[in-house]
């Protein structure tokens, strides 16, 4: 079995999670063909998509200026799994805390930016996450914090007392970036085991 995965590559580790998919699609004896995203028109061929890391303003208008903002918004509609790591965790939510910041609203929740501290305050850490048997070695580089949920929220893991992974329908979000290990567990996590339990 094949899957068509979409990397948005606005900005962020677009390789390293391309990577991280394909991997996780082997271990569930499977094949991803990886496409990047940079205009309108990919996302609704698209099985599976990914939000990376970056800088989130300028993520949030490049998605609304290149017409992809309502196709990532369609996708997550008609209940097609999503990942969103960091700055694409903020681009998701409801409120970035930042008006500059034009969000997607797909994940009912409040993120307050570089909440772990600036660049040089980068950390990884032995994270639990619901779902895996195992700690996830998360890597927090300018990590948001996510300061408030809606009810139908799932919270996957904290750090400091702070969520840092949550599950809203399709969508899981990452305060982390899980591309920048040779740990694909939360990709298969967000894709594969999401894909497999729908109906």
């Given amino acids: 079995m094949s899957v068509t995965a979409g990397v948005v590559a606005v900005q962020g580790d677009v390789s390293e999670h391309a990577a991280a998919i394909r991997a996780a699609a082997r271990a569930h004896g499977q094949t991803a063909e990886v496409r990047e995203i940079r205009e309108a028109g990919l996302v609704p061929a698209v099985d599976l998509l990914l939000l990376p890391g970056g800088e989130s303003t300028t993520i949030s208008r490049l998605l609304h200026r290149e017409g992809i903002a309502e196709e990532v918004r369609a996708h997550v509609d008609a209940g097609k799994p999503v990942l969103a790591t960091c700055a694409g965790l903020?681009?998701?939510?409801?409120?970035?805390?930042?008006?500059?910041?034009?969000?997607?609203?797909?994940?009912?929740?409040?993120?307050?930016?570089?909440a772990f501290g600036r660049q040089r305050d980068s950390f990884q850490a032995p994270l639990e996450v619901a779902g895996l048997a195992e700690p996830f070695p998360a890597v927090f580089i300018r990590a948001p914090a996510i300061t408030d949920v809606g009810p139908g929220v799932e919270i996957l893991a904290s750090w400091e007392d702070r969520p840092v992974a949550i599950r809203d329908g399709p969508v899981v979000g990452t305060a982390f970036h899980p591309e920048l290990t040779e740990d694909s567990r939360i990709h298969d996590l967000a894709f594969f085991e999401t894909l497999e339990s729908a109906p």
Wanted: glycine share 8%; proline share 0%.
């Fill in 90 to 114: 903020i681009v998701a939510s409801r409120d970035a805390g930042d008006e500059r910041v034009e969000t997607l609203g797909v994940v009912d929740a409040a993120v307050e930016r570089n």
